[in-house]
């Protein structure tokens, strides 16, 4: 199994441009999330999916969207980047809902830049 | 919501027993404990969760008093491997589906040769 996978790793973008990352995994887990990760504070979740064809805002929705059509896939867009957004961005997933028994478990990162 | 307070770094000699505490004192009756950790530069892992009784797994043991008040993450025979900040949870807000773990700092662990 590969678990959970992003693309891209690494990202530079100017200001206003607009990108889409990708998170895949194999473990059929219905829940997936999208978390941010910035010096000196604690992972945020951005928007998160109970399930196929589901999305829902998490603490720091603003600026982003996202869309679950498969339920292997949970893309994160950025319609007008800005460099607030630069950051680590951590796809997971878990087959249960968070606080019930059941580990998230993480992509390696996707580290974009926005200039 | 339960929170966390974690010391913010410790130090380990290599292979020797890292033992990582975790406050909870607001931990409510039906809450897990979950430990995740960090290696610098990659995803976080999951370690282990336990919500009373004491578990262990290849990677850790969790040991949770029983008041549910504190806990330690035992990781038995430290490596270099194992510096990373590690991440005691318990703080979880929303019901049903739309629950969200709340991240703190964590501790961030040296295992020193």
């Known amino acids: 199994n590969a678990g959970v996978t992003q693309t891209p790793k690494f990202r530079v973008l100017k200001t206003g441009q607009s990108m889409t990352l990708l998170c895949a995994q194999d473990?059929?887990?219905?829940?997936m999330y999208w978390y941010r990760q910035d010096p000196g504070m604690g992972l945020r979740l951005i928007h998160y999916s109970v399930g196929e064809g589901t999305t829902a805002k998490g603490e720091v929705p603003d600026g982003y969207n996202v869309s679950r059509l498969k339920k292997q896939n949970f893309l994160l867009g950025l319609e007008s980047a800005a460099p607030s957004q630069t950051s680590v961005y951590f796809c997971?997933?878990?087959?249960?809902?968070?606080?019930?028994?059941?580990?998230?478990?993480f992509g390696p990162g996707t580290r974009l830049t926005v200039l | 919501d339960a929170k966390t307070t974690q010391p913010p770094s410790m130090d380990c000699a290599e292979g020797r027993a890292a033992n990582l505490p975790c406050n909870h004192s607001?931990?409510?009756?039906?809450?897990?404990v979950y430990w995740y950790r960090q290696i610098h530069s990659q995803g976080p892992q999951y370690i282990i969760h336990g919500l009373k009784n004491n578990e262990t797994n290849e990677m850790a043991s969790l040991i949770i008093t029983e008041d549910r008040k504190s806990s330690t993450l035992i990781l038995p025979h430290a490596t270099l491997r194992d510096t990373a900040v590690y991440y005691c949870i318990v703080r979880v807000e929303g019901d049903g589906n739309n629950r969200k773990l709340i991240w703190g700092l964590g501790t961030s662990l040296a295992v020193n040769p």
């Open positions: 997971a997933s878990s087959y249960a809902a968070p606080g019930l028994a059941s580990g998230q478990y």
């Open positions: 607001t931990i409510s009756g039906n809450e897990y």
């Open positions: 473990m059929n887990h219905e829940y």
